[in-house]
């Protein structure tokens, strides 16, 4: 299979701006090899495939549908949405990166049928205010702050309020220091951003001149020198600052199913919709256990460990009309 990067032209800096970016490498190599030699209806061509190739590896979980539903017959389906990027559309401003009505709609309808998360990177009250559906469970900061429904509905297992796991809950005072010091430090760079999201954080650079992602990823490493326990990440347009404890959103998955009581259970479907780089360890976590199905949302070719794909949003919220359309017809 050709080799893509996992954060790709869509989501970060080109290869060229430096070492530590590099992990963004053009699209392929195939293309990038017809772009050196001019030929720029080879690299078209070039690219077309390489796309068609990605498709036949991940087909879409909504062409394959059947499929999806055939695989899931008898089990008990489980949901993990991740949120932005998945739910909501990648916006400028983090604040304003509101979810529709629909997709609520589309979201609770899926409740009403299955046990359903959100697994997010964002502060857990934050994506519950852009969510605000009671019945869910919730992980926020990527996994490290877990939080079971607050809403009777079918599927809350009777004790899921009690469900509560904070691996991460030591780091809280220095989560808050490393926030005011790079709150200060990147301040002198306009456009860059500190999103405080309780067990991590996040440093914004969407809105960053492209000549001054160096400097501010320059400047977080110098604040994280002082705080070997914390690391950096990258993910869409944004510099991860997260505790170094193995926790993560795959291990949030294993531990809600747990929750849920399908521990070793071999009739559970989980199926994990995300589109970032972070929910690639719920799709290897799904893979190792040979169950359930991972769907990365993305309009270009990336190297995942999903099985499945949708492009966007809108595409997410046909799947979750689909999926509860066939319960409805049981
Ligand atoms: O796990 P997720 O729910 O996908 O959270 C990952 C990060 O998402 C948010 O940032 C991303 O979306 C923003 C709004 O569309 C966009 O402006 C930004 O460039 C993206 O990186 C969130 O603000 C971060 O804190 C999360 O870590």
């Given at each position: 299979?050709?080799?893509?990067?996992?954060?790709?032209?869509?989501d970060?800096?080109?290869?060229?701006?430096?070492?530590?970016?590099?992990?963004?490498?053009?699209?392929s190599?195939?293309?990038?090899?017809?772009?050196?030699?001019?030929?720029?209806?080879?690299?078209?061509?070039?690219?077309?495939?390489?796309?068609?190739?990605?498709?036949?590896?991940?087909?879409?979980?909504?062409?394959?549908?059947?499929?999806?539903l055939?695989?899931?017959?008898?089990?008990?389906?489980v949901?993990?949405?991740?949120?932005?990027?998945?739910?909501?559309?990648?916006?400028?401003?983090?604040?304003?990166?509101?979810?529709?009505?629909?997709?609520?709609?589309?979201?609770?309808?899926v409740?009403?049928?299955?046990?359903?998360?959100?697994?997010?990177?964002?502060?857990?009250?934050?994506?519950?205010?852009?969510?605000?559906?009671?019945?869910?469970?919730y992980?926020?900061?990527?996994?490290?702050?877990?939080?079971?429904?607050?809403?009777?509905?079918?599927?809350?297992?009777?004790?899921?309020?009690?469900?509560?796991?904070?691996?991460?809950?030591?780091?809280?005072?220095?989560?808050d220091?490393?926030?005011?010091?790079?709150?200060?430090?990147?301040?002198?760079?306009?456009?860059?951003?500190?999103?405080?999201?309780?067990?991590?954080?996040?440093?914004?650079?969407?809105?960053?001149?492209?000549?001054?992602?160096?400097a501010?990823?320059?400047?977080v490493?110098?604040?994280?020198?002082?705080?070997?326990?914390?690391?950096?990440?990258?993910?869409r347009?944004?510099?991860?600052?997260?505790?170094?404890?193995?926790?993560?959103?795959?291990?949030?998955?294993?531990?809600?199913?747990?929750?849920?009581?399908?521990?070793?259970?071999?009739?559970?479907?989980?199926?994990?919709?995300?589109?970032?780089?972070?929910?690639?360890?719920?799709?290897?976590?799904?893979?190792?256990?040979?169950?359930?199905?991972?769907?990365?949302?993305?309009?270009?070719?990336?190297?995942?460990?999903a099985?499945?794909?949708?492009?966007?949003?809108?595409e997410?919220?046909?799947?979750?009309?689909?999926?509860?359309?066939?319960?409805?017809?049981?």
């Amino acid at each position: 299979m050709t080799k893509h990067s996992a954060f790709s032209a869509e989501d970060a800096a080109p290869a060229q701006t430096g070492r530590r970016f590099t992990s963004y490498p053009p699209a392929s190599c195939r293309t990038a090899a017809a772009q050196a030699t001019g030929c720029w209806l080879d690299a078209a061509v070039a690219r077309r495939a390489e796309h068609d190739d990605w498709m036949e590896k991940h087909p879409s979980a909504l062409a394959e549908f059947e499929s999806v539903l055939a695989a899931a017959k008898g089990k008990q389906v489980v949901m993990f949405l991740d949120y932005d990027g998945t739910l909501s559309p990648i916006v400028k401003d983090p604040d304003s990166a509101v979810m529709t009505d629909e997709m609520r709609e589309a979201v609770r309808g899926v409740a009403e049928h299955f046990p359903t998360a959100i697994v997010s990177g964002r502060c857990r009250d934050k994506v519950f205010n852009f969510v605000k559906l009671a019945e869910l469970y919730y992980a926020g900061s990527h996994g490290m702050d877990i939080k079971g429904p607050t809403a009777q509905s079918k599927h809350a297992k009777a004790k899921a309020e009690a469900v509560l796991c904070q691996p991460a809950s030591e780091f809280l005072p220095v989560i808050d220091e490393v926030c005011r010091a790079l709150t200060a430090t990147t301040a002198a760079i306009p456009g860059a951003t500190v999103e405080n999201n309780k067990f991590c954080l996040s440093v914004h650079f969407r809105c960053v001149q492209e000549e001054k992602w160096r400097a501010l990823e320059d400047q977080v490493r110098s604040v994280l020198k002082d705080y070997p326990d914390l690391h950096l990440t990258k993910g869409r347009k944004v510099l991860e600052i997260r505790p170094s404890i193995k926790w993560d959103k795959g291990n949030a998955l294993q531990f809600l199913l747990e929750a849920l009581g399908f521990a070793d259970s071999n009739n559970v479907f989980p199926i994990y919709i995300g589109d970032d780089r972070t929910d690639e360890d719920a799709f290897k976590v799904l893979r190792s256990m040979g169950q359930g199905i991972g769907i990365l949302v993305s309009k270009i070719p990336k190297e995942t460990s999903a099985s499945y794909s949708l492009q966007e949003p809108s595409e997410v919220k046909e799947f979750l009309h689909k999926l509860v359309k066939s319960k409805q017809r049981d």
